[in-house]
């Protein structure tokens, strides 16, 4: 993890990456799929995966949270401007 702290204050590794195959999700609606790779084209890698990492907190589980949490948000905003 980045931050403040010393080189010896964690020995633990925190930092924490997802990785979602928007194309695999059939939960997700065909018309919503292009819009949200477009929020995420930055990070979706060769393999057509989208790449969430966190390292916002000291806790493990906080940051694999935060990364769900990220993509959830993405795709909810995505929707909530389709309906307008």
Same mark, same amino acid.
């Given at each position: ?17 997802? #990785?979602?195959?928007?194309? *695999?999700?059939?939960?997700?609606? =065909?018309? @919503? ?19 969430i990492?966190?390292?916002?907190? #000291?806790e493990?589980?906080? *940051?694999?949270?935060?990364?769900? =949490?990220? @993509? ?13």
């Open positions: 993890s980045s931050g403040p702290g010393g080189q010896n204050i964690q020995k633990s590794l925190t930092k924490c990456e997802i #990785r979602f195959k928007l194309t *695999n999700a059939s939960w997700i609606p =065909d018309h @919503l799929k292009d819009s949200v790779a477009q929020r995420f084209s930055n990070r979706i890698n060769v393999d057509g995966e989208v790449v990492d966190s390292d916002r907190t #000291r493990r589980s906080m *940051n694999l949270a935060d990364c769900f =949490d990220k @993509l959830r948000s993405t795709i909810y905003d995505v929707e909530r401007d389709f309906n307008k």
